[in-house]
């Protein structure tokens, strides 16, 4: 019975893979040159990224590694390089590349568990909000309506502030990451809940959702089997560049000196570390990182924007 199920499963696997390969978003895709070198260089980053002890070729974190000598060594190709250092070092002596790679991954990090927060919370407040209607959804718009009135980073700034205020100094450092997460998460639920909301006002009243209702179906089982699944699609498209967006913001705040600490540097943190030796001639400590910051975050966001064109019927 095993393997004859095993045997059913198999080519039901192989029909949804072709389907998908046969479909619009794939012919969308293989169609647009743009898209697919942004998904390439996003794919290079997040691969980097998230195996950055094996292809950095120093770890900028060991401090017995690094020698104060090899310090402001010029990238490899300018006057005065190494080959040992493509794109050179910091005050400190870190190779940079090695700076970036990991830089990138504790901006990526920050990022998607920051996103990844705020669409938890932005989905569940707009399907209360959208389904329920009444008090509870004017409550939960007038305070999306209050915070969209203030930027996202005075609310970030805002909550990273009161936290290091409640938090003993000696635990900054180790609760900064956290600290960004919840800030950025905290200042960009509104856009999840406001698009929710209004696709889960059409959807509640449809047949189906109708139907639910009269067999006895909890309201909260409701949301999550039916309702969540036809809304899901604006919510991929506003992840996708609500990611480049956090990212950026997590690079903001670290460059104000509220983000990542130096001893463990995002993206944000050597743009800010290498600002102070642009004068002296020392470029490549700020330049370098502040490319790879503006790559990352254009190429996921020419990912969204193709992602909402394909997603939208209108446009097929």
């Not at 095993?6 to 619009?24: K, V, Y």
């Not at 997040?46 to 974190?61: C, E, G, K, Q």
């Not at 996103?115 to 329920?132: C, D, E, K, N």
Request: charged share 10%.
């Amino acid at each position: 019975m095993t393997d004859l199920a095993e045997q059913t499963a198999a080519p039901q696997r192989a029909s949804a893979l072709q389907r998908f390969f046969d479909g619009d978003i794939w012919y969308s895709f293989t169609r647009s040159r743009v898209t697919m070198v942004a998904a390439a260089i996003t794919a290079l980053f997040f691969v980097a990224a998230l195996f950055a002890p094996l292809v950095a070729p120093t770890n900028p974190y060991d401090l017995a590694a690094l020698n104060l000598l090899d310090a402001f060594t010029a990238p490899a190709w300018t006057e005065g390089g190494s080959a040992k250092h493509l794109l050179g070092t910091d005050e400190q002596g870190r190779d940079m590349l090695s700076a970036i790679i990991f830089g990138a991954r504790v901006s990526l990090t920050v990022g998607f568990a920051s996103i990844l927060f705020s669409m938890v919370l932005g989905i569940t407040l707009g399907l209360i909000a959208g389904y329920t209607g009444g008090l509870v959804d004017a409550f939960i718009m007038r305070v999306a309506d209050v915070q969209l009135s203030f930027p996202a980073i005075l609310i970030a700034l805002l909550v990273d502030g009161v936290v290091r205020g409640v938090l003993p100094p000696s635990m900054h450092n180790d609760m900064a990451i956290w600290v960004l997460i919840f800030s950025i998460g905290i200042s960009n639920w509104v856009q999840f809940a406001r698009t929710v909301r209004g696709s889960c006002m059409v959807e509640r009243n449809k047949e189906y959702v109708q139907a639910a209702r009269i067999i006895g179906i909890h309201p909260g089982l409701i949301m999550l089997r039916h309702v969540l699944p036809n809304v899901m699609g604006p919510v991929l498209v506003i992840a996708t560049i609500g990611l480049a967006i956090a990212v950026l913001l997590e690079a903001t705040l670290s460059f104000l000196g509220v983000g990542m600490p130096p001893t463990r540097p995002s993206l944000g943190t050597l743009v800010n570390s290498g600002q102070n030796f642009l004068a002296s001639g020392e470029w490549w400590i700020a330049v370098f990182p502040g490319l790879a910051l503006a790559l990352l975050v254009l190429s996921v966001n020419l990912l969204g924007d193709w992602l909402r064109d394909a997603l939208n019927p209108k446009l097929r």
